[in-house]
T-cell receptor, first 109, second 118 residues
Framework: GQNIDQPTEMTATEGAIVQINCTYQ??????LFWYQQHAGEAPTFLSY??LDGLEEKGRFSSFLSRSKGYSYLLLKELQMKDSASYLC??????????WGAGTKLIIKP | GAVVSQHPSWVICKSGTSVKIECRSL??????MFWYRQFPKQSLMLMAT?????????EQGVEKDKFLINHASLTLSTLTVTSAHPEDSSFYIC??????????????FGPGTRLLVL
């Protein structure tokens, strides 16, 4: 079957660094997405990885290991506005998005 | 960047009425759009995949006669919730697939439509 696993909730301190992990099992693989979703709003695109390695984009970086079926989203210099749910989604052989349940990130002052 | 709009953002209606939600890609053409439903504190649930000029593909358990989808142009898809009931109250979100840039199949989301059926 197809499955995406990510932690349900994480807590971090303002200014710190947090890593949100995601493991996936899909029928075929065509890349992995990370989306940010604030409460009551639609998801917004953060990153897309299809090759192994780290993609850096400002304070946010995303890593992929295809052989391990593993990705993480790294958030640096955390700000209060980063409090949100972070959704991991893998695309299968039909480019269908398989969604994780999301990780709720709580930032404390 | 790719912008997707959704209208209306809020709908309150009586049980038994039909509600139409529009999803538009504003600065790109989208041959494929997706309709999701999200209940509170839950992840996105794909309802159907909408392809321009052809019938939508519905996920298992989603009634195609209740949730009518029309994708009449490369920038517009509509979802009509027919004979809405209170259990249809949810957050409906559309997304459009932007295939510019060499095959990156990124989905960009509309702002969502919150439906409350009384």
């Amino acid at each position: 079957g197809q499955n995406i696993d990510q932690p349900t909730e994480m807590t971090a301190t303002e200014g710190a660094i947090v890593q949100i992990n995601c493991t996936y099992q899909t029928s075929g693989f065509n890349g992995l997405f990370w989306y940010q979703q604030h409460a009551g709003e639609a998801p917004t695109f953060l990153s897309y990885n299809v090759l192994d390695g780290l993609e850096e984009k400002g304070r946010f970086s995303s890593f992929l290991s295809r052989s391990k079926g593993y990705s993480y989203l790294l958030l640096k210099e955390l700000q209060m506005k980063d409090s949100a749910s972070y959704l991991c989604a893998a695309t299968d052989s039909n480019y269908q998005l398989i969604w994780g349940a999301g990780t709720k990130l709580i930032i404390k002052p | 960047g790719a912008v997707v709009s959704q209208h209306p953002s809020w709908v309150i209606c009586k049980s038994g009425t039909s509600v139409k939600i529009e999803c538009r890609s504003l600065d790109f053409q989208a041959t494929t759009m997706f309709w999701y439903r999200q209940f509170p504190k839950q992840s996105l649930m794909l309802m159907a995949t909408s392809n321009e000029g052809s019938k939508a593909t519905y996920e298992q358990g989603v009634e195609k006669d209740k949730f009518l989808i029309n994708h009449a142009s490369l920038t517009l898809s509509t979802l009509t919730v027919t004979s809405a009931h209170p259990e249809d109250s949810s957050f409906y979100i559309c997304s459009a697939r932007d295939i510019r840039g060499g095959g990156q199949e990124t989905q960009y989301f509309g702002p969502g439509t919150r439906l409350l059926v009384l």
